[in-house]
């Protein structure tokens, strides 16, 4: 290296003697004066600058030039560091999702899978249904078609589970549980029909278990305060449900608006006492025998009422003419004769064991269907009559009503969604808590389907209300030890899943009301004492009204058609998702497939109609009628749902569509300008980076490959359709699913802003822009070489559109190949998460599949890089996108005796380039040749004969040539052969002088202090990414802000300077500057 006079004071490394000084401006110091040679090869000295006067030393200030990120300092200054942004809070990680911040201090998430998720979806899942229902559904359908309806409602809710954990897993949950998740999914209108749907099912489920419990109390538990006689009779039964439903409605309303945490209190004892209770089923069915059975008495094939073979209390099962079946049957006529019925006289009185056990044969007995038009004998045809003591149905069964009936037993399974805010970690737990719960609660329906039809008398099982017991539940008679166990518990837990749903829908509504998607319940966004009260009124209305019906099997329909809805939202959101293909559907959860999906869309559809088409239209019109009110009203939100990116991909009711708002950061996918340079013969130069980009389009976006001619274009009209038939021939044999673009311009800046600023139709205008490097922008004197590839990344960062730059582009992979590797991340500052959504979309497609991402981030002074890399961590966890995490450390700032030497050179480049303009204006312009020649350059100034006024570029450009001429002096130039002469003898020479005589202006040339931070960074980091990823298959790097229009030419050279540094060396490389819009998200 030459000398450096008067600026220079050589430091050992090891004194570290300037390590943070400072002067009082805050800047780092210059170096002093002294002189010293410093030799090329000494690696243990330092250059540090200072201009410090008097020798203090103030308070360390951290700055993006002092932390050695001078390069990317405007980027930092506004966007903040990679450890800042690490550093926040899950909630505040994402780049736009607009949610409620929570307090990662105060929040206790504790709960785990089993009593996170699976203990209280189990409770939700086991309702009245099962200790009322069950028995009589079983009976009416026979064995086989009894398991037939269970079975297909447990499908539907397993397929659904898969579904709805594929879309619990895509990010995190914050609030609204499973509404939040359809909506976010679906978009607001669907969002808004399916969570009205929603909430009124929750509510009526509300009325569902308020009825089921005062049926168990008044008919089962206490008969005898029936406050409208024998509840026996229907029309009794029904008031008196009436009467005490509405009473225990408004005790829970109580509960309720006293506060969460009261209902919290009463779930684990609730789910206690039906967890129990079951297990008391299970062992009385098992212990079931002839001898220790429950008795029931026939009249042939007719099951009778215990009250009507009873007298005080006995049970008289005989047809001697002093018990009660023989006056029931039998009386006198007019002349005084007893006249019995025929059935009486053919038929025998038999007492039989109801609940014979497991060995009794009567699981053959039970396999036909036994369906019953109402008022008929159960199990039977013919007409009943109750005043004999008969028992007959008051209901007509059939296949589907019983699978309307029942299909509210198996709902519950939105649970764990519904508590993603209060787990550990919900993306783990819900998939598994809630398939486990589902799976659990599916074997006990369907064993109890097989058990109940083997151990319990065919007749006792369509006895719904327990008529031959003595108005008995039949399943409580199956309990060991007692009865009283399985009454006990069922009318508490029912009491309890009243609770949860009373509790629940009013929160549903909060949520639905403070989206504003329906102005119209805006109202019920507010809250008192911190509870929804005004939705807790309105849910206890409309489960009043459920209440007010009091026929529990005709509110069950009810609730399964909006389950039904809801469930196949479910399924149609995790479908559609996974059609589209979008870049943020990233699920953890893996075990799922967009066939199961629609085979859960198809069930539920199908369910909803045989179960009852007339409630299916119903619900179906509500849904229609509740999505064009939204859409008529204009749905203020853009969540990035599912229905938006379908939209995107259609035609022109798409595009319309689509137009309104600007893409959310879910459906962000690269939609691509290729700038294509092109040869003598008009045919794209680099076919590679046309497969780069069909690679990247793994996330489906747009493709326009584009290119620029300078002229007229009138003159080049001809021209310009010859590069369109070139570009087609490269679309068709790359594979691009796109289309081709011709510009023609005065200047390549001209044409490349044309296209910016007009490419692209409505939702499909291009975001981003890739283009290559110039490799030939050293050579020449002038500012033709780099300054359109300045202008033009000027240009696109001015319309806010991200920008690709590849180097390196002859290296990369065709589309037929496959490469394998890694693909190496080099995160500098926060882009919108650009840089890591483009190796995510890369290895999607077959060249890149079998490479491993690895992401590295520098840590700054003063940053924790040990915390820093967890953050990192969990940050790629949230993301869902598998990457290695490594942070390196960049703390030395102190500036290299290379980087000195480059920057200098740099700089004194740039001013002789000044001189020789202003200096030779009127004369014809030298062509530099420049060839690099083992370690040292080479530059001649040839001129040709200027006679003519002709001047030959003879240049020969080598693509990799990264060298330049810098001459460290300059005399007052006499001619322009002069000048070449002895240029060419100081790049040759090395010689201080090259005109014999020194110049005060260009011995007096310092680098400038931020230049030389700038080029500090950028040797620095090259350094590392050789280091570490010399052999990684393409390296990802984020582009330095070009410099303002108004800072000139000059900066623009730097520019390029900076960043060739930073590249070189490697292989591939793809520079990334984001456009500052986000990109990514942690979000469902």
Known sequence: MAEVRDRFTVVKAEDNAFDDNTNADGKKGILQDKEQRVPRSQSTVTFQIDDSDDGEVPEKESTPLTDGMALYEEDIVTKGKMSTLLKRSPTKVSFCEQVEEVDDTTSKKKLGTLFGVYLPTIQNIFGVLIFIRVTWIVGMAGTIEGFLIIFLCCCTTTLTSISMSAIATNGIVPAGGSYFMISRALGPEFGGAVGILFYLGFTVAGSMY???????LVTFIAPQISLFGDVTILSNALNNYRVFGTVLLFLLFIICFLGVQFVAKFGPFSLFCVVFSIICIYIGIFVASPENSVKICYLGERLLTLASVSVDGVMMCTKNETGPIFNNYCSLNETNETVCDPYFLENNVTLRAGMPGLASGNFFKNIPNRYTEKDNLIGMSEPGNRERGEIIADLTSTFTVLLAIYFPSVTGIMTGSNMSGDLRDAQKSIPSGTLAAVLSTSAVYLSCVLFFAAGIEGDLLRDKLGESLGGGLVIAYTAWPTKWMVLVGSFLSTIGAGLQSINGAPRLLYAIANDNIIPSLRVFGRTRRGEPFLALLLTVGIAEAGVLVGNLDYVTPVITMFFLMCYLFVNLACALQTLLRSPSWRPRYRFYHWTLSLIGVGLCTTLMIISSWYYALVAFAMAGGIYKYIEYKGAEKEWGDGIRGMAMSLARYSLLKVQQTPPHTKNWRPQIILLCKLDEKLNPKYERMAHFANQLKAGKGLTLLSSVLEGIFEDRRDDARKVKENLQRL?????????????????????????????GLGGLKPNTVMLGWPYSWKHGQNDKRFKPFVDTVQCILAADMALLVAKGAKNFPLSSEKVKGTIDVWWIVQDGGLLVLLPYLLRQHKTWKNCKLRLFSVAQMHDNNIQMKKDLKSFMYKLRIEADVEVVDMNDNDISPDTYERTLQMEQRIEMMEKMKSETADTPKPVVESK???????????????????????????????????????????????????????????????????????SSIEPDENNLKRMHTAVKLNELIQKNSKGAQLVIVNLPPPPKVSDGDNRGLQYMEFLEVLTEGIDRVLMVKGSGNEVITIYS
């Not at 308020?210 to 168990?216: K, S």
């Not at 322009?976 to 790049?987: L, R, S, Y």
């Open 932 to 1002: 690099r020649k083992d370690s040292k350059q080479e530059t001649k100034i040839d001129l040709e004969n200027q006679t003519n006024g002709d001047v030959k570029d003879t240049e020969e450009i080598s693509q990799f040539n990264q060298f330049t001429f810098t001459p460290s002096s300059l005399g007052k130039p006499h001619t322009v052969e002069e000048i070449a002469e002895n240029v060419n003898k100081n790049i040759a020479g090395n010689i201080p002088d090259i005109y014999g005589k020194q110049n005060s202006s260009f």
């Open 210 to 216: 308020v009825i089921g419990a005062i049926e168990i």
């Open 731 to 759: 679309i068709d044999r790359s594979g691009v699913k796109g289309f081709k673009d011709v510009v023609v311009a005065k200047d390549r800046a001209s044409g490349c802003s044309h296209l910016v600023q007009t490419a």
